[in-house]
């Protein structure tokens, strides 16, 4: 068997040439960030948030997810319930939320996300 074949040179070439046109330093430190205030939002009383997940792939998604839904609490004072579903699951829990106007607030990523309030849902 050859070590070197056709194909892996031509891989191997287009690589490098690849490699060769980017950049490899400094590239981060070129980029001008700006300093912009963030956006300020009247946050409704009462307000909360259901969103509806799917299960964890790997641990530190529901980690980070979770720590990231307790530091938006704690910043804007509006609790963020969690509910992780089976990914099978995850059309027809949506559809039943979509149909009956009760369920979640947001539905992430495979199922269409519905955003509105409570108010809203009873039309």
């Known amino acids: 068997m050859d070590l070197i074949t056709r194909r ?3 891989a191997l070439g287009a690589g490098l040439v690849t ?3 980017f950049p490899t330093s400094g590239v981060r430190a070129q980029v001008q960030a700006a ?3 963030p956006p300020s939002f009247v946050i409704e009383k009462g307000a909360q948030l259901h969103v ?3 299960t964890k792939y790997i641990d530190a998604d529901e980690t ?3 720590a990231n839904s307790k530091r938006f609490t704690d910043q804007t004072g509006v609790p963020v319930k969690v509910d992780f579903v089976n990914w099978p699951d995850m059309p027809t829990q949506t559809a039943i939320a979509a149909n009956t106007g009760a369920g979640p607030t947001l539905s992430s990523p495979s199922a269409p996300i519905r955003i509105c309030s409570s108010a809203s849902s009873s039309t």
Do not use: C, E, H, W
Request: aromatic residues 6%; positive net charge.
């Open 8 to 10: 892996g040179s031509l």
């Open 19 to 21: 490699t060769a046109t």
């Open 35 to 37: 300093d912009v205030k």
């Open 52 to 54: 509806l997940r799917p």
């Open 64 to 66: 980070i997810f979770l």
